[in-house]
Protein backbone atom coordinates (compact mmCIF):
# COMPACT_ATOMS: atom_id res chain seq x y z
CA UNK A 1 0.00 0.00 0.00
CA UNK A 2 1.28 3.34 -0.85
CA UNK A 3 0.88 5.84 2.11
CA UNK A 4 -0.53 9.02 1.36
CA UNK A 5 1.33 12.24 3.04
CA UNK A 6 1.01 16.42 2.94
CA UNK A 7 3.95 18.37 2.02
CA UNK A 8 4.70 20.80 4.11
CA UNK A 9 7.45 24.36 3.42
CA UNK A 10 7.92 27.09 4.64
CA UNK A 11 7.46 31.02 3.24
CA UNK A 12 9.82 32.76 5.53
CA UNK A 13 13.87 31.88 6.31
CA UNK A 14 13.83 29.57 9.47
CA UNK A 15 17.21 29.01 11.59
CA UNK A 16 18.86 31.36 9.41
CA UNK A 17 18.35 29.69 6.05
CA UNK A 18 15.90 30.83 3.21
CA UNK A 19 14.83 27.98 0.40
CA UNK A 20 12.68 29.25 -2.42
CA UNK A 21 9.67 27.31 -2.21
CA UNK A 22 9.95 25.24 -5.41
CA UNK A 23 13.00 24.04 -4.57
CA UNK A 24 11.63 23.11 -1.15
CA UNK A 25 8.83 21.12 -3.27
CA UNK A 26 11.30 19.37 -5.19
CA UNK A 27 13.38 18.04 -2.42
CA UNK A 28 9.88 16.67 -1.00
CA UNK A 29 8.62 15.21 -3.93
CA UNK A 30 11.82 13.20 -4.66
CA UNK A 31 11.96 11.91 -1.11
CA UNK A 32 8.44 10.51 -1.56
CA UNK A 33 9.58 9.07 -4.61
CA UNK A 34 12.34 7.14 -3.00
CA UNK A 35 10.75 6.43 0.17
CA UNK A 36 7.26 4.79 -2.29
CA UNK A 37 5.22 7.57 -1.06
CA UNK A 38 1.81 9.57 -2.36
CA UNK A 39 2.74 13.13 -2.19
CA UNK A 40 0.17 15.23 -1.62
CA UNK A 41 0.11 19.12 -2.75
CA UNK A 42 2.32 21.23 0.04
CA UNK A 43 0.75 23.32 2.82
CA UNK A 44 2.98 26.30 2.82
CA UNK A 45 3.03 27.88 6.22
CA UNK A 46 2.47 31.40 6.80
CA UNK A 47 4.88 34.14 6.35
CA UNK A 48 4.78 35.76 9.86
CA UNK A 49 7.60 35.42 12.05
CA UNK A 50 6.73 32.47 14.45
CA UNK A 51 3.43 31.37 13.04
CA UNK A 52 2.73 27.50 12.75
CA UNK A 53 -0.96 27.62 12.04
CA UNK A 54 -0.93 25.79 8.94
CA UNK A 55 1.39 23.19 10.50
CA UNK A 56 -1.73 23.10 13.10
CA UNK A 57 -3.75 22.46 9.97
CA UNK A 58 -2.00 19.68 8.59
CA UNK A 59 -1.99 18.12 12.21
CA UNK A 60 -5.47 18.85 12.14
CA UNK A 61 -5.79 16.96 8.96
CA UNK A 62 -3.23 14.23 9.99
CA UNK A 63 -6.32 11.47 10.92
CA UNK A 64 -7.18 11.60 6.98
CA UNK A 65 -3.25 11.07 6.25
CA UNK A 66 -0.29 8.64 6.50
CA UNK A 67 2.28 11.37 7.47
CA UNK A 68 3.39 14.70 6.75
CA UNK A 69 6.56 14.94 5.17
CA UNK A 70 8.30 18.73 5.97
CA UNK A 71 11.07 20.44 3.94
CA UNK A 72 13.40 20.37 7.10
CA UNK A 73 13.38 19.43 10.71
CA UNK A 74 14.38 23.03 11.26
CA UNK A 75 10.71 23.98 10.12
CA UNK A 76 9.28 22.80 13.76
CA UNK A 77 8.08 24.86 16.18
CA UNK A 78 11.47 26.59 18.22
CA UNK A 79 9.26 26.25 21.57
CA UNK A 80 10.18 22.64 22.63
CA UNK A 81 6.78 22.08 24.44
CA UNK A 82 5.14 22.81 20.93
CA UNK A 83 7.36 20.48 19.42
CA UNK A 84 6.70 17.92 22.16
CA UNK A 85 2.89 18.27 21.10
CA UNK A 86 3.54 18.26 17.77
CA UNK A 87 5.60 14.09 18.51
CA UNK A 88 2.97 13.22 20.84
CA UNK A 89 0.12 13.78 18.28
CA UNK A 90 2.08 12.08 15.39
CA UNK A 91 2.95 8.86 17.89
CA UNK A 92 -0.34 9.16 19.48
CA UNK A 93 -2.29 8.23 15.99
CA UNK A 94 0.52 6.19 14.72
CA UNK A 95 1.28 8.73 11.47
CA UNK A 96 4.78 9.79 10.46
CA UNK A 97 6.74 12.60 10.05
CA UNK A 98 9.30 12.86 7.89
CA UNK A 99 12.01 15.68 7.29
CA UNK A 100 13.25 15.59 3.83
CA UNK A 101 16.09 17.47 3.17
CA UNK A 102 17.86 15.78 6.72
CA UNK A 103 16.03 12.05 5.39
CA UNK A 104 14.71 11.30 9.06
CA UNK A 105 11.30 9.96 9.91
CA UNK A 106 9.96 10.35 13.29
CA UNK A 107 6.80 7.46 14.59
CA UNK A 108 7.83 6.23 17.82
CA UNK A 109 9.69 8.26 21.47
CA UNK A 110 13.49 7.32 20.37
CA UNK A 111 13.00 9.10 17.09
CA UNK A 112 11.54 12.00 18.78
CA UNK A 113 14.78 11.43 21.21
CA UNK A 114 17.34 12.16 18.24
CA UNK A 115 15.29 15.12 16.81
CA UNK A 116 15.07 16.68 19.88
CA UNK A 117 18.73 16.36 20.14
CA UNK A 118 19.79 18.29 16.62
CA UNK A 119 17.66 20.87 18.10
CA UNK A 120 19.56 21.06 20.75
CA UNK A 121 22.63 21.06 18.93
CA UNK A 122 21.61 23.17 16.71
CA UNK A 123 20.48 26.08 19.15
CA UNK A 124 23.71 25.84 20.93
CA UNK A 125 25.74 26.42 17.74
CA UNK A 126 25.08 30.10 17.24
CA UNK A 127 26.58 30.20 21.12
CA UNK A 128 29.59 28.70 19.98
CA UNK A 129 33.12 30.20 18.53
CA UNK A 130 33.36 30.19 14.63
CA UNK A 131 36.66 30.44 12.67
CA UNK B 1 -0.03 62.89 -9.30
CA UNK B 2 0.36 63.81 -12.21
CA UNK B 3 -2.02 60.43 -13.55
CA UNK B 4 -4.19 61.17 -16.33
CA UNK B 5 -8.13 61.03 -15.64
CA UNK B 6 -8.74 57.52 -16.74
CA UNK B 7 -5.45 56.69 -14.74
CA UNK B 8 -7.29 58.35 -11.69
CA UNK B 9 -10.44 56.19 -12.69
CA UNK B 10 -8.86 53.15 -13.15
CA UNK B 11 -6.34 53.17 -9.93
CA UNK B 12 -9.23 54.43 -8.00
CA UNK B 13 -11.57 51.30 -9.24
CA UNK B 14 -8.61 49.28 -7.88
CA UNK B 15 -8.08 50.65 -4.66
CA UNK B 16 -11.74 50.90 -3.88
CA UNK B 17 -12.63 47.19 -5.29
CA UNK B 18 -9.18 44.98 -4.96
CA UNK B 19 -9.66 44.37 -8.78
CA UNK B 20 -10.51 45.74 -11.90
CA UNK B 21 -12.09 43.70 -14.97
CA UNK B 22 -11.56 45.01 -18.74
CA UNK B 23 -11.78 44.18 -22.11
CA UNK B 24 -8.23 42.41 -22.90
CA UNK B 25 -5.75 45.25 -24.51
CA UNK B 26 -4.64 43.30 -27.27
CA UNK B 27 -7.64 40.45 -28.67
CA UNK B 28 -4.97 38.67 -31.37
CA UNK B 29 -2.55 38.16 -28.21
CA UNK B 30 -5.64 36.55 -26.43
CA UNK B 31 -6.64 34.56 -29.72
CA UNK B 32 -3.16 33.51 -30.02
CA UNK B 33 -2.88 31.76 -26.55
CA UNK B 34 -6.51 30.57 -26.96
CA UNK B 35 -5.11 28.73 -30.52
CA UNK B 36 -2.19 27.13 -28.97
CA UNK B 37 -4.34 25.65 -26.21
CA UNK B 38 -6.63 24.33 -28.32
CA UNK B 39 -3.72 22.82 -30.26
CA UNK B 40 -2.09 21.40 -27.52
CA UNK B 41 -5.53 19.81 -26.01
CA UNK B 42 -6.15 18.56 -29.42
CA UNK B 43 -2.68 16.61 -29.20
CA UNK B 44 -2.75 15.78 -25.69
CA UNK B 45 -6.53 13.80 -26.50
CA UNK B 46 -5.35 13.10 -29.86
CA UNK B 47 -8.46 14.82 -30.94
CA UNK B 48 -10.22 15.70 -34.69
CA UNK B 49 -10.01 19.91 -34.73
CA UNK B 50 -13.60 19.80 -35.29
CA UNK B 51 -15.13 21.52 -32.42
CA UNK B 52 -15.79 25.26 -31.69
CA UNK B 53 -13.27 26.20 -29.15
CA UNK B 54 -15.42 27.59 -26.42
CA UNK B 55 -17.30 24.41 -26.48
CA UNK B 56 -13.81 21.83 -26.63
CA UNK B 57 -13.28 24.04 -23.35
CA UNK B 58 -16.60 24.03 -21.44
CA UNK B 59 -17.24 20.44 -22.01
CA UNK B 60 -13.59 19.40 -21.57
CA UNK B 61 -14.87 17.13 -18.55
CA UNK B 62 -16.72 14.93 -21.20
CA UNK B 63 -13.08 13.75 -21.94
CA UNK B 64 -10.97 13.87 -18.88
CA UNK B 65 -12.06 12.38 -15.51
CA UNK B 66 -11.02 14.21 -12.19
CA UNK B 67 -8.50 11.20 -11.80
CA UNK B 68 -6.93 12.28 -14.53
CA UNK B 69 -7.09 16.17 -14.63
CA UNK B 70 -3.84 16.98 -12.69
CA UNK B 71 -1.26 14.92 -15.08
CA UNK B 72 -3.52 16.59 -18.10
CA UNK B 73 -3.09 20.01 -16.76
CA UNK B 74 0.57 19.33 -16.13
CA UNK B 75 0.63 18.23 -19.52
CA UNK B 76 -1.21 21.23 -21.12
CA UNK B 77 0.53 24.06 -18.62
CA UNK B 78 4.08 22.69 -19.49
CA UNK B 79 3.23 22.67 -23.06
CA UNK B 80 2.13 26.38 -22.76
CA UNK B 81 5.00 27.52 -21.15
CA UNK B 82 7.76 26.04 -23.15
CA UNK B 83 6.48 28.73 -26.18
CA UNK B 84 8.70 31.51 -26.94
CA UNK B 85 6.04 33.73 -27.38
CA UNK B 86 3.41 33.08 -24.75
CA UNK B 87 4.69 35.17 -21.65
CA UNK B 88 5.02 38.01 -24.38
CA UNK B 89 1.16 37.90 -25.41
CA UNK B 90 0.28 37.19 -22.09
CA UNK B 91 1.72 40.54 -20.98
CA UNK B 92 0.42 42.47 -24.00
CA UNK B 93 -3.50 41.53 -23.16
CA UNK B 94 -2.91 43.65 -19.89
CA UNK B 95 -0.33 45.76 -20.64
CA UNK B 96 -1.69 49.29 -20.51
CA UNK B 97 -3.38 48.54 -17.30
CA UNK B 98 -0.26 47.02 -15.68
CA UNK B 99 1.48 50.08 -16.37
CA UNK B 100 -0.89 52.36 -14.99
CA UNK B 101 -1.42 50.31 -11.83
CA UNK B 102 1.81 49.02 -11.55
CA UNK B 103 4.31 50.71 -13.53
CA UNK B 104 6.01 50.45 -17.00
CA UNK B 105 9.04 48.86 -15.65
CA UNK B 106 7.92 45.34 -14.82
CA UNK B 107 8.72 42.01 -13.48
CA UNK B 108 6.78 39.27 -14.43
CA UNK B 109 6.43 35.26 -12.79
CA UNK B 110 8.40 32.70 -14.58
CA UNK B 111 5.99 30.61 -15.59
CA UNK B 112 2.01 31.01 -16.36
CA UNK B 113 -0.15 28.98 -13.81
CA UNK B 114 -3.06 27.50 -15.10
CA UNK B 115 -6.65 26.23 -13.35
CA UNK B 116 -8.83 23.64 -14.58
CA UNK B 117 -11.96 23.28 -12.63
CA UNK B 118 -14.09 20.62 -13.82
CA UNK B 119 -18.14 20.64 -12.52
CA UNK B 120 -18.40 19.26 -9.48
CA UNK B 121 -14.70 18.34 -8.53
CA UNK B 122 -13.26 19.23 -5.54
CA UNK B 123 -9.42 18.23 -5.65
CA UNK B 124 -8.44 21.27 -7.89
CA UNK B 125 -9.37 24.10 -5.01
CA UNK B 126 -7.99 26.56 -3.58
CA UNK B 127 -8.81 27.31 0.28
CA UNK B 128 -9.07 30.98 1.15
CA UNK B 129 -5.75 32.86 1.33
CA UNK B 130 -4.21 35.54 0.39
CA UNK B 131 -0.67 34.99 -1.76
CA UNK B 132 0.76 37.36 1.13
CA UNK B 133 0.26 34.86 3.99
CA UNK B 134 2.87 32.71 2.14
CA UNK B 135 5.60 34.90 1.28
CA UNK B 136 4.40 37.18 -1.80
CA UNK B 137 5.22 41.00 -2.00
CA UNK B 138 2.56 42.88 -1.45
CA UNK B 139 3.53 44.96 -4.31
CA UNK B 140 2.40 42.21 -6.54
CA UNK B 141 -0.69 42.20 -8.61
CA UNK B 142 -2.29 39.05 -10.35
CA UNK B 143 -3.24 38.99 -13.64
CA UNK B 144 -5.80 36.69 -14.10
CA UNK B 145 -7.24 35.50 -17.61
CA UNK B 146 -10.47 32.95 -18.26
CA UNK B 147 -10.47 31.28 -21.86
CA UNK B 148 -13.96 30.63 -21.20
CA UNK B 149 -16.66 32.81 -19.77
CA UNK B 150 -16.55 32.67 -15.82
CA UNK B 151 -19.77 33.07 -13.79
CA UNK B 152 -21.26 32.08 -10.69
CA UNK B 153 -19.50 28.98 -8.95
CA UNK B 154 -17.40 28.68 -12.40
CA UNK B 155 -15.49 32.09 -10.84
CA UNK B 156 -13.01 32.92 -7.89
CA UNK B 157 -13.94 34.95 -5.34
CA UNK B 158 -12.16 37.83 -4.05
CA UNK B 159 -13.17 40.14 -0.16
CA UNK B 160 -13.35 43.43 -0.33
CA UNK B 161 -10.25 45.64 0.86
CA UNK B 162 -12.73 46.69 3.89
CA UNK B 163 -13.55 43.35 5.18
CA UNK B 164 -9.68 42.31 4.15
CA UNK B 165 -8.67 44.88 7.03
CA UNK B 166 -11.01 43.82 9.39
CA UNK B 167 -9.32 40.27 8.88
CA UNK B 168 -6.31 41.29 8.83
CA UNK B 169 -6.94 43.25 12.53
CA UNK B 170 -7.80 39.91 13.71
CA UNK B 171 -5.89 37.42 12.14
CA UNK B 172 -4.33 35.90 15.31
CA UNK B 173 -8.20 35.16 16.26
CA UNK B 174 -9.37 33.75 13.42
CA UNK B 175 -7.14 32.07 11.73
CA UNK B 176 -6.72 29.67 14.43
CA UNK B 177 -9.69 27.83 12.07
CA UNK B 178 -9.54 26.05 9.73
CA UNK B 179 -9.64 27.50 5.92
CA UNK B 180 -13.08 26.29 5.94
CA UNK B 181 -14.87 27.68 9.14
CA UNK B 182 -12.31 30.64 7.95
CA UNK B 183 -14.10 31.04 4.78
CA UNK B 184 -17.53 30.00 6.04
CA UNK B 185 -16.94 33.20 8.71
CA UNK B 186 -16.21 35.49 5.69
CA UNK B 187 -18.71 34.07 2.67
CA UNK B 188 -21.41 35.99 3.05
CA UNK B 189 -18.56 39.22 2.32
CA UNK B 190 -16.97 38.09 -0.64
CA UNK B 191 -17.58 39.22 -4.14
CA UNK B 192 -17.38 36.42 -6.81
CA UNK B 193 -15.61 38.18 -10.48
CA UNK B 194 -17.40 37.72 -12.88
CA UNK B 195 -15.80 37.71 -16.36
CA UNK B 196 -15.87 36.50 -19.29
CA UNK B 197 -13.68 35.74 -22.37
CA UNK B 198 -12.16 38.52 -23.70
CA UNK B 199 -11.74 40.12 -20.50
CA UNK B 200 -9.32 39.81 -18.06
CA UNK B 201 -8.91 40.51 -14.39
CA UNK B 202 -6.34 42.44 -12.45
CA UNK B 203 -6.64 41.75 -8.80
CA UNK B 204 -4.80 42.36 -5.47
CA UNK B 205 -3.53 39.15 -4.14
CA UNK B 206 -3.36 40.73 -0.48
CA UNK B 207 -6.59 40.34 -0.62
CA UNK B 208 -8.57 36.97 0.54
CA UNK B 209 -9.44 35.34 -2.51
CA UNK B 210 -10.13 31.19 -3.60
CA UNK B 211 -12.33 29.13 -5.44
CA UNK B 212 -15.17 26.65 -4.10
CA UNK B 213 -16.48 23.29 -6.46
CA UNK B 214 -17.82 25.07 -9.61
CA UNK B 215 -20.99 24.17 -9.38
CA UNK B 216 -21.85 25.57 -12.92
CA UNK B 217 -21.96 23.00 -15.53
CA UNK B 218 -19.30 23.99 -17.47
CA UNK B 219 -15.07 23.83 -17.04
CA UNK B 220 -13.24 26.88 -15.83
CA UNK B 221 -10.41 27.36 -17.85
CA UNK B 222 -8.12 30.41 -16.54
CA UNK B 223 -4.45 31.04 -15.90
CA UNK B 224 -3.04 33.72 -13.69
CA UNK B 225 0.17 35.51 -13.39
CA UNK B 226 1.77 38.03 -10.77
CA UNK B 227 3.91 41.43 -11.75
CA UNK B 228 5.43 43.71 -9.90
CA UNK B 229 7.85 46.94 -10.33
CA UNK B 230 11.04 46.21 -10.86
CA UNK B 231 12.53 48.17 -8.91
CA UNK B 232 9.47 47.44 -5.44
CA UNK B 233 10.11 45.03 -2.71
CA UNK B 234 10.58 41.46 -3.36
CA UNK B 235 9.10 38.99 -1.10
CA UNK B 236 10.11 34.99 -0.87
CA UNK B 237 9.70 35.19 -4.66
CA UNK B 238 13.03 36.34 -5.55
CA UNK B 239 14.22 37.97 -8.40
CA UNK B 240 15.35 35.21 -11.11
CA UNK B 241 14.07 32.31 -9.52
CA UNK B 242 10.04 33.39 -9.85
CA UNK B 243 10.31 36.81 -11.50
CA UNK B 244 11.99 38.33 -14.35
CA UNK B 245 12.47 41.98 -15.37
CA UNK B 246 10.72 42.77 -18.92
CA UNK B 247 10.54 45.84 -19.74
CA UNK B 248 13.02 47.53 -17.97
CA UNK B 249 14.13 51.05 -19.25
CA UNK B 250 17.27 52.25 -20.93
CA UNK B 251 17.71 55.07 -18.08
CA UNK B 252 17.44 51.96 -15.81
CA UNK B 253 19.93 49.96 -17.76
CA UNK B 254 22.32 53.07 -17.86
CA UNK B 255 22.12 53.17 -14.22
CA UNK B 256 22.88 49.84 -13.06
CA UNK B 257 25.97 49.79 -15.45
CA UNK B 258 27.05 53.02 -14.27
CA UNK B 259 30.15 53.49 -11.57
CA UNK B 260 31.86 56.50 -10.42
CA UNK B 261 35.36 56.86 -11.85
CA UNK B 262 38.10 55.36 -9.70
CA UNK B 263 40.67 57.58 -8.27
Known sequence: MILKVRGYIFSRSFMGERVPQHVQNLVIRDYCNRHNLHYLLSATEYAMKGCHLMLEQVLNELPELDGVVAYSLFQLPEETSARQRLYDK???LNKQFHFAVEGLQMNDCQECDRIETLWRVRQTLPFCQTF | MFLTESEQQISAEYQCQGYIIRPVADLSALLWIREQFICLIQDALELIP???????LNTI????SSANL???RLKIIRGINSLDNFRSMYFRVAQPYLETLVGNELSMQLRVNLSIQLPGDDSS??????????????????????????????????????PAAQLNQEFAQRAV????ELYQAISHQVQWLK????EVLIF??????GNRVNTEPETRWSMNCRFKGVFTPYGDKKIGEFFEPITLRAVSQAGMRYHLPKL
Open chain 2, 61 to 64: HERV
Open chain 1, 90 to 92: VIQ
Open chain 2, 125 to 162: LLPIHADTWSGDSPFEVVVWLPLVDCYGRKAMYLLPPE
Open chain 2, 50 to 56: DEQPDVL
Open chain 2, 70 to 72: NAF
Open chain 2, 204 to 209: NQSLPH
Open chain 2, 177 to 180: ASSE
Open chain 2, 195 to 198: VKYG
